[in-house]
C-alpha cells in the first residue's frame, strides 16, 4: 500500500508561484507518479506525469509554467508553479501507478492522497 499526502497548497495572485509536495509513504522509485487537478463542477484533468527513468509530460496548458520532479530519496514528488493564472485554481493532486508509464489518465492511477487547493486571483 502507498499512502500520498498533498500540501504546500494556497491563495496567490495571479503570476505568482506555489511549489506543491506530495510526501510518500515509500520509496516510489518503481511508480509513475502524476499531478491531476479539479475544478468545482470541471472533470479532473492531468497536469503533469514523471516515470522511473525521469522523463516528464506536461499538459499544453502548463507547459513552460510547471514543473514536476522528485527528491533524491524518490519519497517526495513537487509541483512548482510559477506565473499563475486565474484558470489554475483548483484542488490538485497527487497519484502513482506501479511501473514507468506515467499515461495522463486518471483511472490508471491506483494510489491518490486527498489534494490540496490552489487558489488564483486575478
Known amino acids: 500500500q502507498v499512502q500520498l499526502v498533498e500540501s504546500g497548497g494556497g491563495s496567490v495572485q495571479a503570476g505568482g508561484s506555489l511549489r506543491l509536495s506530495c510526501a510518500a509513504s515509500r520509496y516510489m522509485g518503481n511508480y509513475c507518479m502524476a499531478w491531476f487537478r479539479q475544478a468545482p463542477g470541471k472533470e479532473r484533468e492531468a497536469v503533469a506525469a514523471?516515470?522511473?527513468?525521469?522523463?516528464?509530460t506536461y499538459a499544453d496548458s502548463v507547459k513552460g509554467r510547471f514543473t514536476i520532479s522528485k527528491d533524491n530519496a524518490e519519497k517526495t514528488l513537487y509541483l512548482q508553479m510559477n506565473s499563475l493564472k486565474p484558470e489554475d485554481t483548483a484542488m490538485y493532486y497527487c497519484?502513482?501507478?506501479?511501473?514507468?508509464?506515467?499515461?495522463?489518465?486518471?483511472?490508471?492511477?491506483?494510489?491518490w492522497g486527498q489534494g490540496t487547493q490552489v487558489t488564483v486571483s486575478s
Open positions: 514523471k516515470d522511473i527513468s525521469g522523463s516528464t
Open positions: 497519484a502513482a501507478r506501479p511501473g514507468g508509464y506515467c499515461p495522463l489518465r486518471s483511472n490508471e492511477y491506483n494510489y
